[in-house]
């Protein structure tokens, strides 16, 4: 029995080698990138780094249906995003502006340059969300932290000092300065929730992307992680302000910096499971003889239609198979 098309193409010694040489060249253009991102997903701003690449090649192998049954290689058109890549490296690295940050977008586009040299058009259209998911594990720009760390601070201490108000400890605030009955609590620029945020809008948009949904949920998960977030940091510092004087701060400052950091993602995570419910009450649209369940189970069976609604109406995939 001769190979198919796709596993003759795949064990071509040329295509491998060429993979390899790309590869490689990939791995040495980018190795100060990837040097430095190691280094940061180390701190609590982006240790979901680590967790990105593995969930990007999920999302590969959850829409394996989507891969074409042939690689029609070599493909120039991907060129094209390599043409635009390699300018964006040089600029990063001789002007030093938003250096890791522009770099990673240079590194995304080389990536999908080389998905479609190596495996044409139908190719891209599986792999190209993954691929664009990979710029959650690349830092910020030190501009853009700069400018979002003091209004998230400053929100953070107005949210705890309204909730301290609320459950009954006399508080007013100086500034990020927190002033709870006997005790002194400052919302530090560490404190400012920027880690949670940033975690927290990977995990969405990955949940967003594997759901099984319909778009306005999707939106809705998208649009929510922002302030559950915020309201997350919130809790866990006005948590810390009770425990600091019902404890003492040595419990509340242990709590505060471990327990309650590996809490916060779990607790915003349940409130947006239970946002998805009350839509689930909420929405009772008449949809004729089929539920809003039974839409979500049939219509968006397989979460790679959602994203690639281009192929629904045929049916097929994007090598042309079934």
Known sequence: MSASPAAATVRSPA???????????????????????????LKPDYSHGFLVPLF???LAWLWKAWAPDELAWPDVRGLLF??????????????????????????????????????????LRW???????????????????????????????IGAEYVLQTVGYPTYREGVILHC???????????????????????????????????????????????IAIGANIVRIAATGVLYNEAGKELGDRVFHDFAGWMMMPLALGVLWLGLKALDW????????????????NVTANPALLIMPQFEAAGKKPGGGR
């Open 127 to 157: 792999l190209y969300v993954p691929v664009l998911f990979l710029m959650f594990m690349f830092p910020l720009p030190y501009a853009v932290e700069h400018t979002l760390s003091w209004p998230l601070q400053r929100t953070a201490a």
């Open 15 to 41: 295509w491998i080698a060429a993979v390899a040489a790309t590869v490689g060249v990939l791995a040495f253009a980018y190795f100060p990138l990837f040097r430095y991102s190691v280094g940061e997903w």
């Open 282 to 297: 909420v929405f009772l649209e008449d949809l004729g003889q089929a539920s809003r369940e039974d839409v979500i189970k």
């Open 181 to 227: 009955q006997d005790h002194l609590l400052e919302v530090q620029n560490a404190c400012n929730g920027l880690s949670m945020l940033l975690t927290f809008l990977t995990l969405s948009t990955g949940m967003a992307l594997v759901v099984k949904r319909p778009w306005l949920d999707r939106g809705l998960i998208l649009a929510a992680a922002v302030p």
């Open 56 to 58: 990007a090649v999920y």
């Open 82 to 123: 390599i043409v635009a890549a390699a300018p964006l490296l040089v600029l990063a690295r001789r002007t030093n502006i938003a250096l890791e940050w522009v770099q990673g977008v240079s590194f995304v586009l080389a990536v999908l340059g080389a998905v479609t040299v190596f495996g044409g058009v139908a190719a």
